[in-house]
């Protein structure tokens, strides 16, 4: 989608973003294709999740995260990087071929077996939401027996 085009207003992004999700949608019919990633469990969860991942942090709706939005991800993950680290990251990821990461890429690193940076990261923050330390209802009824 080019930049040039007026994408202000809640009408007009919902239907960029929705064209986003879309391509996304089709990148991922093709991993669920692709024998490499047939015996891979919880496949068709895993990219969904990745594709509304991505789809955040890609702000110029171009189908690529830059810098900015990598730099937007870390912060938000808790993980402020320095610029030289974040090319680092992208050069990874990329192969060194590009200074974005497209969604092919990202889905790559996040279901090859290297152990990218960011993917450590990602699957660090999906544990951590995921596990509430909190227990959850009413606590346990004491008696004044069970006090300090």
């Known amino acids: 989608m080019p930049s ?4 202000q207003g809640g009408k007009a992004f919902g239907l960029l973003k929705a064209q986003q999700r879309e391509r ?3 990148i991922n019919k093709e991993f669920m294709e692709d ?3 047939r015996d891979e469990e919880d496949l068709a969860e895993k990219l969904d999740s990745f594709k509304n991942k991505y ?8 189908g690529e995260i830059d810098m900015m939005g990598l730099k937007r991800m ?3 993950l808790g993980v402020p990087k320095t610029h030289l ?4 990251m992208i050069s990874e990821v990329t192969g060194g071929v590009s200074d974005t990461i ?7 690193m996040m279901l090859g077996k290297r152990s990218a940076v960011l993917k450590l990261v990602m699957m660090f923050e999906d544990k951590a939401n995921g596990a509430s ?3 959850n209802g009413p606590p346990p009824k004491r008696d004044i027996t069970s006090l300090p």
């Open 102 to 108: 497209n969604y092919r890429d990202f889905v790559k």
């Open 133 to 135: 330390c909190k227990p």
């Open 4 to 7: 040039n085009q007026n994408m």
């Open 85 to 88: 680290e974040m090319k680092k």
């Open 74 to 76: 870390m912060e938000k």
């Open 55 to 62: 789809a955040e942090f890609d702000l110029n709706d171009q």
């Open 35 to 37: 024998q490499k990633y």
């Open 24 to 26: 996304l949608e089709e």
